[in-house]
């Protein structure tokens, strides 16, 4: 039941944010992530990896999303604090999306194939999701976009889950890789 709520508050999150950037209030996502975050510190029991893990989402949203900026691939509404940095709103979704690691998205924890694929492919769909309901705006081409969110995020939500299992669990030794002999 906790995955559920987790994933329908993310959601209603994502939702606020992409619907207020377009309607010209890019701060109702932040007051949702306020209530998602007040919701998980009363009710997740590794709540503090999973803060801890949103601060370096949103580190590593802000050069994922630089990165689309300047590589002309998209180009973000409302984009505070400066055009040349990814927007304090994308930062936001940064941080929601994390806090799903250790609650819906907790099954794919070491299926790290299957998540760069998944990441690949519904990265891409989310900036596309964004662009129509006017949160962004293409830079280039579709494909230019889709390959270059597609790669990163087949990298960053699979480290995102690696992340959020070492956090939770203690464990911050790397994965041991076995010998073929």
């Known amino acids: 039941m906790k995955s559920a709520a987790n994933l329908i508050l993310f959601k209603v999150v994502y939702g606020l944010s992409l619907v207020g950037v377009a309607a010209g209030s890019p701060w109702w996502g932040a007051a949702g992530l306020i209530v998602f975050i007040a919701w998980h510190a009363r009710t997740c029991s590794h709540a503090r990896a999973d803060f801890i893990l949103a601060g370096t989402a949103v580190v590593l949203g802000l050069l994922v999303d630089t990165i689309n900026i300047h590589s002309g691939v998209l180009v973000y509404n409302a984009a505070w604090p400066s055009p040349?940095?990814?927007p304090f709103w994308i930062l936001v979704l940064w941080a929601n999306f994390a806090l799903i690691m250790n609650g819906g998205l907790r099954w794919l924890q070491?299926?790290?194939?299957?998540?760069?694929?998944?990441g690949a492919i519904a990265g891409p769909l989310g900036y596309v999701i964004g662009i129509k309901l006017n949160a962004a705006a293409y830079g280039s081409t579709l494909t230019e976009l889709i390959v270059v969110s597609g790669i990163?995020?087949?990298v960053a939500l699979p480290l995102l889950l690696f992340l959020a299992e070492r956090l939770r669990t203690g464990n911050y030794a790397l994965p041991a890789f076995e010998s073929t002999k």
């Open 84 to 86: 040349d940095l990814a």
């Open 152 to 154: 990163s995020w087949a």
């Open 110 to 118: 070491g299926r790290y194939m299957l998540a760069a694929v998944i």
